[in-house]
């Protein structure tokens, strides 16, 4: 997010549409946390600093944020020819990780900042652990779309991959209109991002 709005994020890879065999039960989200360092010791420093070293999202018009979401996604997949001629994906097992970049004072605060940046960063990150929310959801949406898929007349189990591909558009749009929805109502005017910036800014 920024400190004026906040972004959009990631990317991701393969789907679509099936009956289902066999999902996979045995793999789960690995979620981590990326400080980065900030400097200050009252909440008007402390967000300047967040200003100068957020990270840097967007291409050519690029901007500063206080904190985002980002992830890696791999998958491991067998393909199977059937006797038919036709190509079944029997097994999609995703690989995710979950990345939250969030500030970190690099030196200890007095009171009451350090009661209210925990106040503020605790707030940041529930926000960013939506985004992470969407992305496993996301993730487990592909998974249910991919295994069990059966394109016809495809021995070589190539053209189910381009149908992969050409499908894995509309899950990852589903996503990043929920994460638009949901940065609309965290940004808004008053919104619970204003408040927790307001907060921490004012209260010393």
């Not at 990631?10 to 979620?31: G, H, M, N, R, Y």
């Not at 970049?101 to 925990?118: D, F, I, K, Q």
């Not at 106040?119 to 959801?137: L, M, N, P, Q, V």
Request: aromatic fraction near 6%.
């Amino acid at each position: 997010m920024t400190i004026a709005h906040l972004a959009a994020l990631t990317a991701v890879t393969a789907i679509l549409f099936s009956a289902v065999p066999a999902l996979s039960a045995d793999w789960q989200p690995l979620e981590k946390i990326a400080p980065y360092s900030i400097e200050g010791k009252t909440g008007p420093q402390l967000y300047q600093s967040i200003g100068e070293k957020g990270p840097v999202i967007g291409t050519g018009k690029s901007m500063h944020v206080i904190a985002h979401t980002t992830f890696k996604l791999t998958w491991t997949r067998k393909y199977l020819p059937q006797q038919d001629g036709a190509c079944v994906l029997e097994t999609a097992v995703p690989k995710l990780t979950v990345v939250y970049t969030l500030p970190r004072p690099s030196a200890s605060l007095p009171s009451p900042v350090r009661e209210n940046w925990a106040k503020f960063i605790a707030g940041i990150e529930t926000h960013e652990r939506g985004h992470g929310r969407h992305i496993i959801d996301m993730v487990k949406e592909i998974e249910a779309a991919s295994v069990g898929l059966r394109v016809a007349d495809d021995p070589g189990c190539k053209k189910i991959r381009t149908t992969l591909t050409e499908k894995l558009g509309e899950i990852s749009d589903r996503k990043r209109e929920r994460d638009r929805v949901f940065e609309q109502s965290e940004m808004a005017p008053g919104g619970p991002i204003q408040q927790l910036i307001l907060a921490l800014v004012n209260g010393g």
